[in-house]
Every structure is written in C-alpha cells, then in structure tokens.
C-alpha cells in the first residue's frame, strides 16, 4: 500500500470553477446524494456562500419560503430546544413581548378569541389556575374594577333576587354560549345581556347564565344568545 493512500480524503485537491483555485476537497461544499453516496459540488464554500447569497437577493420570495420551511423541520425535529430558548427569550425580554402579544390581539381579536376558546376546551384545568394566579397576583387591579363596577350598577339601577336567579337557570341545562353542561366544576355565573359599561342595567331582564369562561371572553361585547333570539339551549316548558 503506498503512503499517499493513507491520507484523508480532504487532501485530495480540487480547482472551483467559480475562483479557479485549486483547494483541498474538504473546502467544497457538499452536493446531492446520488445512489447513497454524498458528491462534492464544483464550487468552494466560499463561492457557494456567495452564489447563495445572490440567489436570496434575486429571489426573496423564494428565499423567504424556503427559509420558513427549513425553520419549520428544525424545529419538529428539536422541539424540546427550540421551546427552551423561546422561554428564555421571553422571560429576558417579558415587556416587549407583551407589548407584541397587545398589538397582535388589537389587529386580530376573533382570531386570538378562537384560539382561546379552544385552549380551553383542550386544557381547562390549565386555564382556571392561570386564572387564579392572576387573581392572587393582581389583588389590587380586581379590588378597583370590582369598585368601578359597583359604582356602574348603581347609576344604572336595577336589582334581582335568588329566587329571580334560581327561577332563570330553570330555563336553561347548559351554557348558551358554548352548549357545555352544567357542572360542579362548569357552574353557571351571572352575565349581564348588554353589558354594565355599555348602560346595561342590573334587572333580571338583562341577565343570562354563562360558563366562566364564556363570560370572561365576552368581556363587555353584546352578543345574542338564546335568550334574547329563543331556542338553542334553552329549556322548553312541557305541559
């Protein structure tokens, strides 16, 4: 065996047709894999960069989707990576984001409403914990709303009783917004129709039961439900 054949394969030499210099094979970037075997393209790697870069600046559109893709397969093959860094990304730079996530929800708000209707479905023993930590950890934010809202019902009029309360969820086996039974876990809370803020008033009239979730999505929107168009899940009386 003669001694040249024990030197690696990055020795042998190559000449890029792009420079025409002559390199060691290991400086040519690596081509297609053609009957299992990985051939060597005829350009270096610094040629290769350079032709790569060109292309992006012909062909951006391209570029950009191609680069979206190959994102995409990095991150279902690391998973686990690629969701350690998001949430060290985000807990270094906690305001900005949550001023991006506003904007986001300000732009799009039945899209990031659907999506938190569904989380919910998917995880509501995750959604109601959140939900209390926010409360534990904002005692002071809910002391002045619930001292706003008092104040508004007040200027507005109106008032119910338990049996009033009690003789409406008669009316009703479910949620009317999302259908979902009444549970130990899902109760029915109270809902003003149209809303407090909006100069709703705080008659029975104006009241629906709603699932908590349901009621906090709804915020201080007015949406018809069963109650004010009839039907869906809606109790009928049977004589």
Request: charged content about 35%; overall charge positive.
């Amino acid at each position: 065996m003669k001694i040249k054949d024990l030197k690696p394969a990055s020795y042998k030499k190559m000449i890029c047709v792009d420079c025409l210099e002559e390199k060691a094979s290991a400086d040519f970037a690596l081509g297609s894999m053609y009957k299992g075997k990985r051939y060597l393209k005829k350009y270096c790697k610094a040629c290769d960069y350079k032709r790569s870069r060109q292309w992006k600046k012909n062909n951006p559109e391209k570029a950009s989707l191609s680069a979206r893709k190959g994102c995409a397969v990095w991150r279902n093959r690391n998973k686990d990576e690629y969701n350690l860094k998001c949430r060290e990304q985000r807990a270094n730079n906690i305001i900005v984001f949550h001023e991006k996530e506003r904007e986001k929800r300000r732009k799009n708000p039945e899209r990031y409403r659907a999506a938190d209707l569904r989380y919910n479905n998917l995880y509501p023993e995750r959604r109601k914990e959140t939900y209390r930590k926010y409360v534990a950890n904002n005692p002071e934010y809910y002391r002045i709303a619930a001292k706003v809202r008092r104040d508004r019902k007040r200027s507005n009029g109106g008032d119910y009783t338990h049996q009033e309360w009690h003789s409406l969820l008669k009316l009703y086996d479910s949620c009317p917004a999302c259908g979902k039974k009444w549970t130990e876990e899902d109760r029915p809370t109270v809902d003003h129709i149209i809303p407090i803020s909006l100069g709703g008033s705080n008659y029975i009239d104006n009241i629906q039961p709603l699932c908590l979730f349901c009621n906090l999505s709804k915020g201080n929107r007015f949406i018809g439900l069963p109650k004010s168009i009839g039907g869906g899940n809606v109790k009928t009386q049977t004589a």
